[in-house]
């Protein structure tokens, strides 16, 4: 039996496995396909607490937290894995490519600013001196500059070897069909064509096949 095991092999269960084994956990992670792959592999990597932020509330400020402890993560991840996950910190510009859009940014900048939160906006020229390749039809634009991306899949990778490194056991290639239950409790997992994997703690973190899992049984 293991402490943890890990259903799903994307950026958020590969983080949990690496934490839960450098905390001295005995860690499994199965993976149906490959690790970093699916959702992860197709995301863009951004770190955009304010794209997201449309009003005040528990989300936004969770996310603005999230982002600002987010380098820290990154610097742990980085000295465990010996890899750079290309984090990078040039803000996020939003174009407009018309007037009514425009009128939209201009809004929406607004409201950030009576949130606290840092925003400029940028004239049709202003835009293009910070970012020459903009669409030639773009009439303004918002610049947010505390706004972060990685690379998803370096991010997967360094995320790998550093909960590989601290001792995690990661399966590639283990489709779990179902979860185990012991006096109403979830004790494990189901993999076809293998024993059962017991824990004392399962952690479902498959995103959209999560729901493939069914009811404990």
Known sequence: MVDVVVVGGGVIGLAIAWEAARGGMKVTLLERGETGHEATGASAGMLAAQLEAHEPGPLLTLSLRSRALYPGFLRDL????GMSVDLRREGALVAALDDAGWETLARTAEAQRRMGLDVETLTAQEIREREPAIAERATGGMLLPHEHTVDPRLLAAALRRAAEQSGADIRPGSDVTGLVAEAGCVRGVRVPGSPDVAAR?????????????????
């Open 78 to 81: 980085e000295a465990d894995s």
């Open 201 to 217: 703690e399962v952690v479902v973190a498959a995103g959209a096949w999560a729901g493939s899992l069914g009811a404990p049984g």
